[in-house]
């Protein structure tokens, strides 16, 4: 699936809950199923620090395809990455770079993904992006 | 008897929601909110005598110098310094500690000591180690024990004939801890050594007496006691004011200039350079005049039964742990409840109008010492209710069952 569509499908899931208690419950289930990352990658190097929660993220290339697992102490966190994961995950590295975040807005987590929240998801998603970069030079090489 | 009801009237900002909720605003330690009369003065600075100070001769310049002056003695009589220009107005206690650090530079050499407790907030850390760095002085800490006190016993043992400077909050932001600051300061004085205290925390709970006290620098910062951010003052000893030389150089804080020499102001002008946060410094005064007219005798009473009050009904929470629990407290309460980060903790609560505070409070070595990420803090004013508690200890519960 491409990632536009995956984003689609995150945000139909999200418009079933009328409140913010639904969207956090979900997103601390998402948290607590997310697939954890390799205990060998959860090293210094791959760490995003946030001012309040870590957050560690790993790239691997399989088949042309960047493949990310990751992790945070904290569980909401965790949900959003989830989601992240879930829509960048598994995709090829130009299109990961080509891809929005808008769909964050749209399920109503907005407020997780201003500059301004110590919570680091920003510097993550630019991480995400990041790898995508350097895999992509890696490709074309 | 405090009448919170008609405090509470003071602050406009308690009447809003957050989320949908009615607002319980518990971050009092790291600002505190600005009643009505305080907002009228900075208004009113704005409105009728906005103008530079100590240059002009026109009369909104000389109506705003007065009342900046004014306010200086107002900080001079709360915290009973012995003569005004004794204080200086300063940008806050970041500010204030960077400047006697910076001081200290040229009196401190290689090889001599300086003594930091192990509860500092970075501010009263960051500076002296970098005057450490430029100096080639060692920083010693003063250990704590569990319940968030300082090792006095160590304390003693540090220090030396070479001990030059000690500084310590005289009370801890992350952990409520009041320091018995006269003990810190004589020991230190026997010794030869000057004493900084940072009174952030301490300012907005009970008055500092800096001639009994006999300290050598007292700070704190107007936002934490009902007054505007980017305003505090720094209380220091004549004779030490006059040794350490000028922070920043530029207008305001000289005698003379030529190309060839400048000769500096008299203080406090010698540390004030440039145009002053003019409207702050008033308005500091006027935050001064607003919590004394309450009366911090009664304020500091109201606080502790806030503080018991809180304390008995978070502690019925299974799983839930204080950190700081010192005889001598004020009304902060860092926790955490076991399996659940602070950051998710602080997210619901935020959700549900409550405002706390979550992570490491800018004191990074005292989360270290409990090997924790971090907590969630809530700390009251005396415009908190005990119904406000309890609004904090359902959203606890409410979190607590969402995240286990």
Known sequence: ?141 | MLDIKKIREDFPILKREVNGKPLVYLDNAATSQTPQQVIDVIVDYYQNYNANIHRGVHTLSQEATDKYEQARIKIQKHFNAAKSYEIIFTSGTTHSINLVANGFASLINKGDEVIVSAMEHHSNIVPWQMLCERTGAILKVIPMNLEGELRMDVYEELLNDKTKLVFCNHISNALGTINPIEEIIEKAHKVGAAVLIDGAQAAPHLIADVQALNVDFYTCSAHKICGPTGEGMLYGKEEWLNKLPPYQGGGEMIAEVTFEKTTYADLPHKFEAGTPNICGGIAFGAALDYMNAIGFDEIAKYEHELLEYATQELLKIDGLKIYGTAKNKTSVISFNIEGIHPYDMGSILDKLGIAVRTGHHCAQPIMDFFKIPGTVRASFAFYNTKEEVDVLVAGVLRAKSMLL
């Open chain 1, 1 to 141: 699936m491409e990632i536009k569509e995956i984003q689609e499908e995150i945000i139909d899931e999200f418009s079933m809950f009328d409140d913010w208690m639904q969207r956090y419950e979900y997103m601390i289930d998402l948290g607590k199923s997310l697939p954890l990352i390799n205990e060998e990658f959860k090293t210094d190097d791959n760490i995003i620090k946030g001012c309040q929660s870590k957050v560690w993220v790993h790239a691997e290339l399989e088949d042309n395809k960047l493949v990310f697992t990751a992790d945070s102490d904290a569980i909401i966190t965790k949900g959003i990455i989830a989601i992240l994961i879930r829509a960048f995950s598994n995709q090829k590295p130009q299109d990961i770079l080509d891809a929005d975040t808008q769909f964050i807005d749209e399920i109503g987590l907005k407020e997780h993904l201003s500059p301004t929240r110590a919570n680091g998801l920003v510097s993550m998603i630019k991480q995400l992006k990041l790898y995508a970069v350097a895999y992509q030079t890696q490709i074309e090489d």
